[in-house]
């Protein structure tokens, strides 16, 4: 069975704190992406990676950066947390043919920023 | 990708089938039809997913129209663990182009 998991299943933080949000999967799969989450909004791309130390800027990625120095781990780090940024945080990861296939996801981080 | 739409929500007994449906009235002929749920406070989780031909796994059965304009997730024995919000989404499945586009999915309910 595939499994991604995630470093937090709930996160408080306060607006200016930096915030790392770490994911891992054990599928030696190619491809990782971070998405958020929020009501009315549906899923949204942060950040993906087809390989190590490569990334690709997803449909919302102002405010986020990521890093990916090992193929099983892809980190999401939040350079200055602001109160728009509470969301429920997912990662899911996906092999070569992934495209065309499954993605799967880790449980979710539920961030809130006060 | 196409646009889809499904209804807001749904009940079903335990142990009966539950039929969702799904419109996607502008696929193209190369866009897929994928199946996602999501259980309350967890990740996503991959269903099935077909192009024109009806698929069936050990989770649930795709019958797609032969239209393609329409497709119905079957779960054959609905139990109260699949109580979730199912995701109908149609994409294109191009090299490399891993975007998911969740809508608002339809809530099912799954009654004792």
């Known amino acids: 069975d595939v499994k991604v998991t995630q470093s937090s299943r709930y996160l408080v933080k306060r607006t200016g704190e930096k915030v790392f949000l770490e994911c891992v999967q054990d599928?030696?799969?190619?491809?990782m992406f971070w998405y958020r989450q929020d009501p009315g909004l549906g899923l949204r791309l942060i950040y993906f990676?087809?390989?190590?130390?490569?990334?690709e800027k997803g449909d919302i990625p102002e405010g986020y950066s990521v890093s990916r120095e090992k193929k099983e781990r892809f980190s999401l780090i939040l350079e200055s947390a602001s109160t728009n940024q509470t969301s429920m945080y997912l990662c899911a990861s996906t092999g070569r043919t992934g495209w065309l296939n499954e993605q799967y996801f880790g449980p979710g981080t539920r961030l809130t920023v006060t | 990708d196409a646009k889809t739409t499904q209804p807001t929500s749904m009940d079903c007994a335990e142990g009966r089938a539950a039929n969702l449906p799904c419109n996607h009235s502008?696929?193209?002929?190369?866009?897929?039809v994928y199946w996602y749920r999501q259980i309350h406070s967890q990740g996503p989780q991959y269903i099935i997913h077909?192009?024109?031909n009806n698929e069936t796994n050990e989770m649930a059965s795709l019958i797609i129209t032969e239209d393609r304009k329409s497709s119905t997730l079957i779960l054959p024995h609905a139990t109260l663990r699949d109580t979730a919000v199912y995701y109908c989404?149609?994409?294109?499945?191009?090299?490399?182009?891993?975007?998911?586009?969740f809508g608002a999915g339809t809530t099912v309910t799954v009654r004792a």
């Open positions: 989404i149609v994409r294109v499945a191009r090299v490399n182009d891993y975007k998911l586009s």
């Open positions: 990676s087809y390989d190590v130390k490569m990334k």
């Open positions: 502008t696929i193209s002929g190369n866009e897929y």
């Open positions: 599928m030696d799969h190619e491809n």
């Open positions: 077909g192009l024109k």
